[in-house]
T-cell receptor, first 112, second 114 residues
Framework: DAKTTQPNSMESNEEEPVHLPCNHSTISGTDYIHWYRQLPSQGPEYVIH???SNVNNRMASLAIAEDRKSSTLILHRATLRDAAVYYCIRAFSSGSARQLTFGSGTQLTVLP | SQTIHQWPATLVQPVGSPLSLECTVEGTSNPNLYWYRQAAGRGLQLLFYSVGIGQISSEVPQNLSASRPQDRQFILSSKKLLLSDSGFYLCAWSVVGPSRDEQFFGPGTRLTVL
C-alpha cells in the first residue's frame, strides 16, 4: 500500500514551470515526503524531500500543504531532460534506515 | 566519490534455477543497503534492507533472500526461481545518520524467468 496518489501522466512545454501534485492523506506525523524520478531502464534519482516546511534545492522546489495531506513538486523551467516518471514517496524511519514506499508515479512528458 | 555497482546487467534464467545478484558500493563505509524490485510498469517494491554486516530485514515474504557478507556487499539470492520473480532489481545505498534521507541507486539487473 503506497499511501500516495499521483496522476498517471502530465505534459508540459519546455521552459515552462511544472507542478506535479501528490496526495498523501494518511501520512503520519513522522513520515517524510520524498520525490524521486526515474528514466527508462535506470535506477531512480533523488530529487527532494521535506517534512513540514517548503524546501528548495538546485533541482526543484517542494511545497507541502499545512495539513501535510498533499504536496506539490515544482520544476521551475522544464527541459527535455526532465521527462521521466516522478515518484512521490512516503518515507519512514526504521532504526537507522529510511524505508521508501513507491507508488505508480507520474509520467512527465516535456514537449519541445 | 561513491559508486554503486550491480551485476549482471541482464539475466535470463529458467524456472527452478538458482539466482545470485551482487551489489557493491565503493567510496563509503558502513552504508545502509537496500534491494528493490520493479515489475513492468510499476513502482519499486522494497524487498530487503541492511544496516550492517549480517543484519537483514525483510519487507515482503517471498522466494528470495538477502545476505551482507561484507560491509559494502549486498547479495540477493533464490534457491528456485519462479516466473513471478521476473523484474528489474535495483540495489541502493544511503548513509547512516541525520543525512540518511537520500538513497543512491545502482544501474539495476533485469531478470527474465522463463
Amino acid at each position: 500500500d503506497a499511501k500516495t496518489t499521483q496522476p498517471n501522466s502530465m505534459e508540459s512545454n519546455e521552459e515552462e514551470p511544472v507542478h506535479l501534485p501528490c496526495n498523501h492523506s494518511t501520512i503520519s506525523g513522522t513520515d517524510y515526503i520524498h520525490w524521486y524520478r526515474q528514466l527508462p531502464s535506470q535506477g531512480p534519482e533523488y530529487v527532494i524531500h521535506g517534512l513540514t516546511s517548503n524546501v528548495n534545492n538546485r533541482m526543484a522546489s517542494l511545497a507541502i500543504a499545512e495539513d501535510r495531506k498533499s504536496s506539490t513538486l515544482i520544476l521551475h523551467r522544464a527541459t527535455l531532460r526532465d521527462a521521466a516518471v516522478y515518484y512521490c514517496i512516503r518515507a519512514f524511519s526504521s532504526g537507522s534506515a529510511r524505508q521508501l514506499t513507491f507508488g505508480s508515479g507520474t509520467q512527465l512528458t516535456v514537449l519541445p | 566519490s561513491q559508486t554503486i555497482h550491480q551485476w549482471p546487467a541482464t539475466l535470463v534464467q529458467p524456472v527452478g534455477s538458482p539466482l545470485s545478484l551482487e551489489c557493491t558500493v565503493e567510496g563509503t563505509s558502513n552504508p545502509n543497503l537496500y534491494w528493490y524490485r520493479q515489475a513492468a510498469g510499476r513502482g519499486l517494491q522494497l524487498l530487503f534492507y541492511s544496516v550492517g554486516i549480517g543484519q537483514i530485514s525483510s519487507e515482503v515474504p517471498q522466494n528470495l533472500s538477502a545476505s551482507r557478507p561484507q560491509d559494502r556487499q549486498f547479495i540477493l539470492s533464490s534457491k528456485k526461481l519462479l516466473l513471478s520473480d521476473s523484474g528489474f532489481y535495483l540495489c541502493a545505498w544511503s548513509v547512516v545518520g541525520p543525512s540518511r534521507d537520500e538513497q543512491f541507486f545502482g544501474p539495476g539487473t533485469r531478470l527474465t524467468v522463463l
